[in-house]
């Protein structure tokens, strides 16, 4: 059974920093690519950042880039996101997105998310 | 960036109706369309794919159609499961995106 489990989420100050796991299970991760998708508090999905199955390639949305970094740990079963300079509008639960594997970029495992509120 | 606006936001349904939500590509995305549902406090669950695919497992109640910059999610007969809120999403290109959702509630 394929598993996402996300962690390291919490309470920070505008302008801190938080560092989200991922550890799944249940299928070859360094077969996938992964991605974040983050929802705010009563809004709707937005989609973050992707990453290759090396780590080789990164991409970002324009309101992440800069501050945030993707990573995975293949060994270790492991992907990261990274957010420093963190915003109040970067509040929201964070979700560990795994896509099918065909190219069509259909998310169809997801993990129950992590919750990260920006706030003093 | 590749918009996605969907319509309506919300909409009010009884137990048996059939439901349409509709969602609007800024530019041509092919059938590269994908839906969601998800219920309060859950992650997102793919009901269709490339536009018109049922995703494994997914009720017969649920279909897609579409192409280009138009596409449609019907369920057939509302089941008192299927009250949640629906995404679409493009898969076309990067930033993938998604529309802002559609709440369906009970009437």
């Known amino acids: 059974e394929v598993q996402l489990v996300e962690s390291g989420g919490g309470l920070v100050q505008p302008g801190g920093s938080l560092r989200l796991s991922c550890a799944v299970s249940?299928?070859?991760?360094?077969?996938?690519?992964m991605h974040w998708v983050r929802q705010a508090p009563g809004k709707g999905l937005v989609w973050v950042s992707h990453?290759?199955?090396?780590?080789?390639?990164?991409t970002y949305a324009d309101s992440v880039k800069g501050r945030f970094t993707i990573s995975r740990d293949n060994a270790k079963n492991t992907l990261y996101l990274q957010m420093n300079s963190l915003r109040a509008e970067d509040t929201g639960v964070y979700h560990c997105v795994r896509p099918r594997g065909d190219g069509l970029n259909r998310f169809d495992h997801w993990g129950q998310g992590t919750l990260a509120t920006v706030s003093s | 960036d590749i918009q996605m606006t969907q319509s309506p936001s919300s909409l009010s349904a009884s137990v048996g109706d059939r439901v349409t939500i509709t969602c609007r590509a800024s530019?041509?995305?092919?059938?590269?369309l994908h839906w969601y549902q998800q219920t309060p406090r859950k992650a997102p669950k793919l009901l269709i794919y490339a536009a018109s695919s049922l995703e494994s497992g997914v009720p017969s109640r649920f279909s897609g159609s579409g192409s280009g910059t138009d596409f449609t999610l019907t369920i057939s007969s509302l089941q008192p499961e299927d009250f949640a809120t629906y995404y679409c999403q493009q898969g076309y290109s990067t930033p993938l995106t998604f529309g802002g959702g559609t709440k369906v509630e009970i009437k």
């Open positions: 530019q041509s995305i092919a059938t590269s």
């Open positions: 990453i290759n199955t090396d780590g080789s390639t990164t």
């Open positions: 249940g299928f070859t991760f360094s077969s996938y690519w």
